[in-house]
């Protein structure tokens, strides 16, 4: 079983009882915040073994793997994770757009809040990010054309004597 099976099967498909489910995730929403303080403050892209990311961040590496499954969406350049083992080289070299609209788009905000993101983007161009990730997922319904209204094909007709009749050949 590789690492990435692994943890998808302890960290989804568990039957723990519910207190200890949250306990665990708890505590994986804690590590996650501590890494990417650390992350997002570094002026060099980290990079690393999953093993010496996982003891550079002072955690497992289950847990890394973890973390390294959610991250790399985000990244310039995606690692390996659906093969990887614990001396596979990954790189967390990610593109700060790209991560924070992901974080928005996952209600992250322990995550989106950080203040280390003010050293990365400008409040302008995160509160764009958050807005452009808000209304992504809006459905936008068009117009309903009426019967009396103007025919969208343009021949100056109502609606319902031009395209909109039965049998009428639909011309836009």
């Known amino acids: 079983m590789t690492l990435l099976e692994q943890w998808r099967n302890d960290a989804y498909e568990t039957e723990m009882p519910q207190q200890q489910l949250a306990a665990f995730w708890n505590n994986y929403f804690e590590i996650e915040k501590g890494i990417y303080e650390q992350i997002l403050a570094a002026k060099e892209p980290v990079k690393g073994t999953v093993k010496e990311l996982a003891e550079k961040f002072n955690t497992n590496v289950e847990i890394m793997t973890g973390y390294l499954d959610g991250i790399n969406d985000s990244l310039k350049e995606a690692n390996p994770i659906e093969t990887m083992d614990e001396n596979t080289e990954v790189s967390l070299d990610f593109d700060a757009e790209k991560l924070y609209y992901n974080m928005v788009a996952n209600k992250a905000n322990w995550l989106y809040e950080l203040p280390q993101w003010d050293g990365l983007l400008d409040e302008e161009k995160r509160k764009e990010l958050y807005h ?18 103007p025919c969208p094909c343009g021949s100056g007709k109502k609606y319902k004597q031009c395209c909109g009749r039965p049998g009428a050949e639909k011309k836009f």
């Open 132 to 149: 452009a990730q808000k209304i992504s997922g809006t459905v936008i319904k068009p117009k309903k054309i009426g019967r009396n209204d």
